[in-house]
């Protein structure tokens, strides 16, 4: 059978969303669009006979980390090699980044490995079921998020996730004011945690979180989850924040699924794990 990968546009939208939601992922049209608009070179579809069948999304943050999302093939045309295809079609865009990482499913990884993708760090999808927030009505000292504060915010956001991502950033503030939260020393007034939010077609996605300590990270969290009993939440947690998982667990939050951070070519721009708690999605990095 022959395949095309050709650059992603609009059109493909409704076809992605039908193989995405097959899936059970939880992106909307809007972050089709997000990258497609940004970072339309890195975004490619998969076609045979003029049907819509796999895709492959890309961010390039500043030249010096590609960040490679929504790989998925629909069901009837796995095994084929698609994925193979829409990969070398994003690399190749990419050539100009020092670094291309991604977080993997467990059906992604072996895809990766071949393509010398290494293993980072691992990352766990918590979600609360039962539909219950028992930080609901419970107070946080953690305050909105303004326009003012971005300078700061995206400063931080660039030390600690190793490379600037304001667009991102710009965009979840525009977008869910509501779900943008920050923290700051009592001494010198400075910002020193913050989260963002999104809405997505399953659940309410929070993330990033980034903050000193995680005792600050889950005081930012009982923020964006106030008032949202009603609404499921989701959240990309670094495995290595013990006590922040367990903070979670504790409130009615279990695991979904593990993704695992992986990475091709010098690591230079790493993330500093110990600030950076929560992750906006495998597609954001
Ligand atoms: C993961 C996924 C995209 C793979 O798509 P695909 O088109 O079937 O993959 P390909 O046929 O291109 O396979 C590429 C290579 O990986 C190997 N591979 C693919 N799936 C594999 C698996 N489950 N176990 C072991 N090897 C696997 C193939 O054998 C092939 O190896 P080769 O280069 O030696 O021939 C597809 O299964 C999918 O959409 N899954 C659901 C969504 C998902 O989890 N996506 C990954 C997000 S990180």
């Known amino acids: 059978m022959n395949f095309e990968i050709l650059p992603m546009t609009l059109n493909d939208i409704g076809a992605l969303m039908e193989i995405k939601n ?3 992922w939880n992106q909307l049209e809007a972050d089709f669009k997000f990258m497609i608009e940004y ?10 006979e003029g049907r819509v069948v796999g895709s492959v999304t890309g961010i390039n943050y500043e030249n010096k980390i590609a960040w490679i999302g929504m790989v998925m093939v629909h069901e009837e045309f796995r095994g084929m090699g698609i994925a193979k295809l829409l990969m070398k079609a994003a690399m190749d865009s990419m050539e100009e980044c ?3 990482k991604l977080d993997a499913t467990p059906a992604g990884q072996p ?11 691992s990352i766990t999808r918590l979600i609360n079921t039962e539909f219950i927030c028992k930080t609901k009505n419970v107070e946080s000292r953690a305050e909105p998020v303004w326009e003012d504060d971005m300078a700061e915010i995206c400063r931080l956001d660039a030390d600690v996730f190793g490379v600037d991502r304001s667009c991102l950033l710009l965009r979840l503030l525009r977008e869910y004011p509501d779900l943008a939260f920050k923290i ?6 400075k910002i020193t945690g913050f989260c963002f939010g999104r809405n997505g077609y399953k659940y309410r996605q929070i993330g990033p979180i980034v903050a000193g300590n995680s005792l600050d990270a889950f005081e930012i969290f009982k923020a964006a989850s106030v008032c949202r009993g009603d609404t499921s939440l989701v959240l990309d947690v670094i495995d290595s924040h013990t006590d922040f998982v367990d903070a979670m667990r504790h409130i009615g939050f279990s695991a979904q699924r ?10 230079e721009f790493t993330a500093q794990v110990p600030q950076y708690f929560v992750i906006p999605g495998g597609e954001y990095g």
């Open 184 to 189: 700051t020393n009592n001494e010198n007034g």
């Open 22 to 24: 097959h899936i059970g």
């Open 258 to 267: 593990p993704l695992l951070r992986m990475f091709k070519g010098p690591n």
């Open 98 to 100: 020092k670094c291309i």
């Open 39 to 48: 970072y339309p070179q890195h975004c490619f579809s998969a076609f045979s």
């Open 111 to 121: 895809v990766y490995e071949k393509l010398g993708f290494v293993p980072e760090w």
